[in-house]
């Protein structure tokens, strides 16, 4: 009996002894897994993609943070799993030089729910290769284990200078994927400036809600009220085209068609061939892109 | 021999586990001060969704300063961070800091430090549309007067600016 109590007492202590836990978790002190993001890291830096090959699983998911990157309150995951981190990071080796990332603040966490996340704060900087512009970016990063390897990432980041470049990159090679939609048009007798605005307030509207892929819509009027010109600008021609469905299928069309009539029609950039074929009921030139960049 | 050898055992035990102590001890000290600081930035985020400025202006520091996370962004200064709340308390109604979920950062030591990381859910209405799903993540530190004396923010800033343009227009 005594014996049994001696046991239980160290039994008891010991217990005791490995409790250390707080409603946070644990984090690992100079653990392998944060070594092995800071690995990673490091040969990012020299376009090295043969960490990422082993740390991340096949189908990774990375959930990027973006206000437009939202459905139902939830991130939606990038396409392509670990080939698909591989492929953009080397991206970012084509758009910018001496990428470099700051490596002091990598943490990883035990879960109390037995869950094991490492999360890095840095600043990513790097010299765009077609802008000349040095560009430094706040970057957050924390990814979920499972056994060795990283199943999920969630990126915390302003990518709007990640964008600018590769609006540079595109602009230099002329392979933009947006077009243009741009046209000059006379005004109808007895339509004044008025009216048109009226009409312009209602269907910018409509394209605003209908139209995701429609990221500039511009009407311009002459001092003397009778020519107007657009300028409209789609991330891509399916967004064209879409437009002009929806414009085609809406009453807006007749509306417009008893304001203006078309003068001039110009579609910008490099149109697919569904597009190349809507152009032809409008009498659009096409015009593929030969310099500068879209934004 | 035996009762003794076993003593000797029991012994080491609980010397180890007085060591062992002290660290928890050090541990809850450090969980206590990030409970402490993680209660001012809640009231901070209440603050916010209250669009109660002088209350937010109240856990602040003097010489806080606010990393942004945009790009080309620049630090503020406490006149500054203020200056930002106001424009959102202006644009926006109903703000909510959605999801909050709450953790100590930790100092070299790998020891909670005090300081507060949180990941959050904004939500807010703009006009008649509902800006939704604008997820943020922030490191908080604090001095030992628990104000806070520096703030840095990861998020799609930009994504966010060019929504309200587009909900603006609307």
């Given at each position: 009996m005594k014996k049994l109590l001696l046991l239980l007492a160290i039994s008891i202590a010991t217990y005791s002894c490995q409790t250390n836990s707080n409603s946070a978790g644990t984090v690992l002190k100079n653990d392998e897994k944060s070594e092995m993001v800071k690995g990673h890291l490091e040969a990012y830096m020299n376009n090295d993609s043969s960490v990422a090959e082993t740390l991340f699983s096949e189908d990774l998911l990375i959930h990027?943070?973006?206000?437009?990157?939202?459905?139902n309150n939830s991130t939606i995951p990038n396409p392509g799993g670990r080939q698909g981190l591989i492929d953009a990071d080397k991206f970012t080796h084509v758009l910018f030089s001496n990428i470099k990332l700051t490596t002091d603040k990598i943490s990883t966490y035990q879960m109390a729910d037995g869950k094991t996340y490492t999360a890095f704060w840095s600043m990513w900087s790097g010299t765009g290769n077609f802008s000349g512009e040095k560009m430094t970016l706040p970057f957050y990063c924390i990814s979920l284990w499972e056994g060795n390897q990283i199943t999920k990432i969630w990126r915390y980041m302003d990518p709007a200078g990640l964008n600018k470049e590769v609006t540079a990159y595109e602009g230099v090679n002329n392979n933009s994927q947006k077009v243009l939609g741009l046209a000059e048009l006379i005004v109808n007798p007895g339509i004044s400036p008025t009216q048109i605005e009226e009409f312009l307030v209602r269907f910018s509207k409509f394209v605003r809600k209908t139209e995701p892929g429609t990221y500039d819509f511009g009407y311009f009027i002459s001092s003397d009220g009778k020519r107007v010109n657009l300028v409209e600008k789609y991330y891509t021609s399916s967004d064209f085209v879409h437009h002009l469905n929806n414009f085609e299928n809406s009453n807006y069309s007749k509306e417009f068609m008893a304001l203006f009539s078309l003068n001039k029609v110009i579609i910008s950039g490099n149109a697919s061939d569904e597009l190349k074929a809507k152009a032809k009921a409008y009498g659009a030139e096409l015009r593929p892109q030969i310099g500068g960049w879209i934004n | 021999m035996k009762k003794l050898l076993l003593l000797t055992v029991f012994t080491s035990l609980l010397i180890s586990c007085d060591q062992k102590t002290e660290e928890q001890a050090q541990m809850e000290a450090a969980m206590a001060l990030y409970e402490q600081n993680a209660k001012v930035v809640h009231a901070l985020f209440d603050s916010l969704e209250n669009e109660d400025l002088e209350t937010a202006s109240s856990?602040?520091?003097?010489e806080a300063k606010f990393n942004p996370p945009a790009y080309g962004g620049e630090d503020l200064d406490k006149k500054g961070i203020l200056e930002n709340y106001n424009g959102f308390m202006q644009i926006f109604d109903n703000i909510r800091a959605n999801d909050r979920d709450f953790y100590p950062t930790v100092g070299k030591n790998f020891v909670p430090d005090g300081g507060v990381r949180i990941y959050a859910n904004w939500s807010a209405d703009l006009g008649d549309n509902s800006l939704q799903g604008i997820k943020a993540y922030e490191v908080f530190k604090f001095n030992e007067n628990n104000k806070i004396i520096e703030v840095d923010e990861y998020m799609d800033v930009s994504g966010l600016l060019n929504r309200i343009v587009e909900l603006s227009a609307q």
């Open positions: 990027d943070q973006f206000v437009n990157n939202q459905e | 856990f602040f520091a003097e």
